[in-house]
């Protein structure tokens, strides 16, 4: 049964330091791997989908890598925000599926 | 356009009332998701449509009825709710079709459901 581990569950930086979320999954036979932020009683926002034969994607300061090899995923984050603050979550498909099974998640806060 | 309207924002009901959610895309999106998600818990996944047809049922207790009566609508009825139901309902949706082409899921905003 494949796991999804997000470490560590919370994290506080100050502004302006650059900064690295990780994902790891037990299963390598994954689709797609995708970085989600959560702000406190809002839905998901999507920030990164990356497929099973990419190495890395990138969005404005964000880029998330894939090494399924090893079962990781890392988010980095260039130049943190205290707008950045918020519960990072990595989810991914596999088996054909469309179901998402995600992480547990990572509370960011940066502080001005 | 990649947005996934959820209403109501905020539901109150009784353990004896009837009532729905609804969800609304209008990407062209073949798949569409129910997820429930409980404070400082991720999501978890309850049904999901494609192409208008039920293909994943997670064992969600028959007090919750999905219909999808078109490729952009999806509600969720409720009826004979418990307390411990009371969560975070998420609406998904994606372009459907192939998994392994990437499908990339994008979120509504919720609607927070207490049951009394």
């Known amino acids: 049964k494949q796991e999804v581990t997000q470490i560590p569950a919370a994290l506080s930086v100050p502004e302006g330091e650059n900064l690295v979320l990780n994902c790891s999954f037990t299963?390598?036979?994954?689709?797609?791997l995708q970085w989600f932020r959560q702000d406190p009683g809002k839905g998901l926002t999507s920030l990164l989908l990356?497929?099973?034969?990419?190495r890395e994607q990138t969005s404005g300061r964000l880029n998330a890598s894939l090494d399924k090899s090893s079962g990781r995923s890392t988010l980095y984050i260039a130049a943190s925000q205290p707008g950045d603050s918020a519960t990072y979550l990595c989810a991914l498909t596999q088996g054909g599926s469309e179901k998402l099974v995600f992480g547990k998640g990572t509370k960011l806060t940066v502080n001005p | 356009d990649t947005e996934v309207t959820q209403t109501p924002k905020h539901l109150v009901m009784g353990m004896t009332n009837k009532k729905s959610l609804k969800c609304e895309q209008h990407m062209g999106h073949r798949a569409m998701y129910w997820y429930k998600q409980k404070a400082k818990k991720p999501p978890e996944l309850m049904f999901v449509y494609s192409y208008e047809k039920l293909s994943i049922n997670e064992s969600v207790p028959s007090r919750f009825s999905p219909e999808c009566p078109n490729s952009s609508l999806l509600n969720l009825h409720l009826h004979a709710l418990q307390p411990e139901d009371s969560a975070l309902y998420l609406c998904a949706s994606s372009r459907g079709g192939l998994v392994s082409l990437g499908n990339e899921q994008f979120f509504g905003p919720g609607t927070r459901l207490t049951v009394l």
């Open positions: 990356i497929q099973s034969s990419q």
């Open positions: 299963d390598s036979a994954i689709y797609n």
